[in-house]
């Protein structure tokens, strides 16, 4: 299944998105997140208790080390930290 088209400027980037198979058959957007990002989507709550709640949650992937975050290695870009997040955290069901 090939993702949606879209062509944009990205302008202040808070990290990216990856069209990946979701186990079931079907296909869907996981989103990067960079730190800064990640931190102002969170502002005025507890940060690590956050992100527990949101792998608890199953809607942030932890990395294989045990951490919340992630260390990808973005297409022409070097090793990022990054936070990746389902697409369900934003009510997408995959109707769309």
């Given at each position: 299944?090939?993702?949606?088209?879209?062509?944009?400027?990205?302008?202040?980037?808070?990290?990216?998105?990856?069209?990946?198979?979701?186990?079931t058959g079907g296909a869907c957007w996981?989103?990067?997140?960079?730190?800064?990002?990640?931190?102002?989507?969170?502002?005025?709550?507890?940060?690590?208790?956050?992100?527990?709640?949101?792998?608890?949650?199953?809607?942030?992937?932890?990395?294989?080390?045990?951490?919340?975050?992630?260390?990808?290695?973005?297409?022409?870009?070097?090793?990022?930290?990054?936070y990746a997040i389902r697409s369900s955290?934003?009510?997408?069901?995959?109707?769309?």
């Amino acid at each position: 299944m090939l993702p949606p088209l879209e062509r944009s400027r990205t302008i202040n980037r808070a990290g990216w998105r990856r069209w990946v198979a979701d186990g079931t058959g079907g296909a869907c957007w996981l989103y990067y997140i960079l730190p800064s990002a990640m931190r102002e989507a969170l502002a005025g709550l507890d940060f690590r208790a956050s992100l527990k709640v949101l792998v608890r949650r199953d809607l942030l992937i932890p990395g294989s080390s045990g951490r919340s975050s992630q260390t990808p290695i973005p297409p022409g870009h070097p090793k990022a930290r990054v936070y990746a997040i389902r697409s369900s955290i934003l009510g997408d069901d995959g109707s769309a």
